[in-house]
């Protein structure tokens, strides 16, 4: 693989794309190839309870490098893009060169470009958007957005609306303004490598469906069973991507094919909206072919 062996030595690696594109496999080769530490930037990849439904890497892929903030929160943990931001400083200046991998774009918009230092929710305010989510759908939160925000966050994406209408219920100002007075990047663009892997719907929807497969056959509803006594919708944990639809059928309210299809076309719909986030907010990065090292 070229690729692996035509980057800087010297310069940190951010490796984003859609899920089941294959850039874990891709920051792998560059850490064996050119050495360095792997570290995780997938919200879902942070919780210990699941490895086989957010396909982490593998114990013996573990052995290979170094790996980072994978598996390393509890299921109930509160964890947000701030969070990750304090938990990889301190790597960024280590003696190994990161190789920052994941899906969440969020993560590297914060990274390269800053993050607004909003103040903690209220747990009174967050309780009141789960309920208002879980009762109405996002609607009538996107309905009291400022124009500003409403114009800049995706509004697709269910968790970010909800994020945005309890920073405006809690601060009294909208995201937007915030995010208008970010303070300086921990990572500046311009001092390291940024890739991002395109990889085409008609390609990747077939590997999304096979990668399912090879996770129940894996064992992923062992997984699932092992967090039933645990399960709390609410949790950030309990929203990795085929999780509810996975614990619905452990749980006998639906039949394992239909959880299997549901979780395919959530999986699917996550990685439409990845594309459009990458589109959108990472024009100056490097585009590369999953075909090409997939």
Not at 140 to 165: C, F, G, K, S, Y
Not at 183 to 189: A, T
Not at 196 to 218: H, N, Q, S, Y
Not at 257 to 285: G, P
Request: aromatic share 6%; hydrophobic share 45%; with cysteine.
């Amino acid at each position: 693989m070229a690729l692996t062996h035509s980057l800087p030595a010297d310069r940190p690696v951010l490796i984003a794309g859609p899920t089941a594109s294959g850039k874990s496999a891709l920051a792998l080769a560059i850490a064996t190839a050119q050495g360095g530490v792997i570290v995780n930037a997938d919200a879902s990849q942070v919780f210990g309870c699941w490895r086989l439904l957010t396909a982490r890497p593998s114990p013996d892929e573990e052995r290979q490098a170094a790996h980072r903030l994978y598996g390393h929160l509890p299921h109930d943990a509160d964890y947000s893009v701030g969070h990750w931001l304090r938990d990889v400083r301190p790597l960024l200046d280590g003696p190994a060169r990161p190789i920052i991998v994941g899906g969440t774009g969020l993560y590297f918009t914060a990274l390269t470009e800053g993050l607004a230092e909003i103040p903690p929710t209220p747990p009174a305010i967050r309780d009141a958007a789960d309920a208002l989510r879980t009762a109405e759908g996002v609607r009538p939160m996107i309905a009291d957005l400022d124009p500003a925000t409403r114009a800049r966050i995706d509004l697709e994406n269910p968790m970010r609306v909800q994020r945005a209408w309890e920073v405006a219920r809690a601060t009294g100002r909208g995201l937007a303004a915030w995010q208008d007075d970010t303070p300086p990047p921990l990572l500046p663009l311009g001092d390291c490598t940024a890739l991002v892997v395109d990889a085409p719907k008609d390609w990747l929807d077939p590997r999304i469906e096979r990668r399912f497969d090879a996770m129940l056959e894996g064992g992923v509803l062992d997984e699932v069973r092992a967090m039933r006594a645990y399960w709390d919708p609410t949790l950030l944990s309990c929203k990795a991507i085929g999780a509810p639809e996975l614990m619905a059928h452990v749980s006998g309210d639906i039949p394992l094919d239909r959880a299997r299809d549901s979780a395919i076309i959530a999986t699917r719909r996550y990685a439409k909206r990845q594309r459009t986030w990458f589109r959108s907010k990472m024009r100056l990065w490097r585009p590369v072919s999953a075909q090409e090292f997939a």
